[in-house]
């Protein structure tokens, strides 16, 4: 299968453990932020979004933080699970637009 | 599973030929994006399509090319294909309900091409 993120950032957290992935992103005029996780072989997949009128927006064990201040963006996973080893992107969309652009990624490991 | 398709899952070509990729969106959505991934890196955009017209491009030549159907299914053409063409690609479709507003972005599996 494809072999996604040879070369990233890596996060190796304990199963059970939280899990927190950080991401910058770069303009200040977006309005709408995804992450994505992505497994080796498949597209990226929608975990949970935010936009900017938001600071945090909460799902099934995982949370978005937004700083818009200094344009950070994080995802929280609460008590991580072998099955959420992945590489993790953020993207953001300029308002106006319907350009998704990509963070660079982090490969998430779990181990027991 | 997100209910977008594209074929084929692998294809090798050589410098210089050209490509189609294929791509079904899910039912009801209106907008297609199309996006280059090159190993170790994210998603890059490459153009979308809302309505069967383009909707805006990325830093792309213009041997990229597209095509929208309204049966939700739609085409990435790839004129004199180069070494550098070889990346995973993917479709995303998504729900529009103006021209400037798109709802989530749903990836297919991508279509892994190898450029020789």
């Known amino acids: 299968g494809e072999s996604v993120g040879l070369h990233l950032p890596t996060l190796s957290v304990q199963e059970g453990d939280n899990s927190i992935i950080n991401c910058a992103y770069s303009?200040?005029?977006?309005?709408?932020f995804i992450w994505y996780k992505q497994e080796s072989g498949k597209g990226p997949q929608f975990i949970i979004d935010?936009?900017?009128?938001?600071d945090k927006r909460q799902g099934q064990r995982v949370t978005v933080l937004l700083n818009k201040t200094v344009k950070h963006l994080s995802l929280q996973i609460a008590a991580t699970q072998p099955g959420d080893s992945a590489v993790y992107f953020c993207?953001?969309?300029?308002?106006?637009?319907?350009?998704?652009?990509f963070g660079t990624g982090t490969r998430l490991q779990v181990f027991p | 599973e997100t209910g977008v398709t594209q074929s084929p899952t692998h294809l090798i070509k050589t410098r210089g030929q050209q490509v189609t990729l294929r791509c079904s969106s899910q039912?009801?959505?209106?907008?297609v994006s199309w996006y280059q991934q090159a190993l170790g890196q994210g998603p890059q955009f490459i153009f979308q399509?809302?309505?069967?017209?383009?909707?805006g491009r990325g830093n792309f030549p213009p041997r990229f090319s597209g095509l929208q159907f309204p049966n939700y299914s739609s085409e990435l053409n790839v004129n004199a294909l180069e070494l550098d063409d070889s990346a995973l690609y993917l479709c995303?479709?998504?729900?529009?309900?103006?021209?400037?507003?798109?709802?989530?972005?749903?990836f297919g599996p991508g279509t892994r091409l190898t450029v020789l």
């Open positions: 995303a479709s998504s729900s529009t309900t103006t021209p400037v507003f798109t709802d989530t972005q749903y």
């Open positions: 399509y809302y309505r069967e017209e383009e909707n």
């Open positions: 039912s009801g959505h209106n907008t």
């Open positions: 303009n200040s005029a977006s309005d709408y």
């Open positions: 935010i936009r900017s009128n938001m």
């Open positions: 993207a953001e969309l300029l308002g106006g637009t319907d350009k998704l652009i």
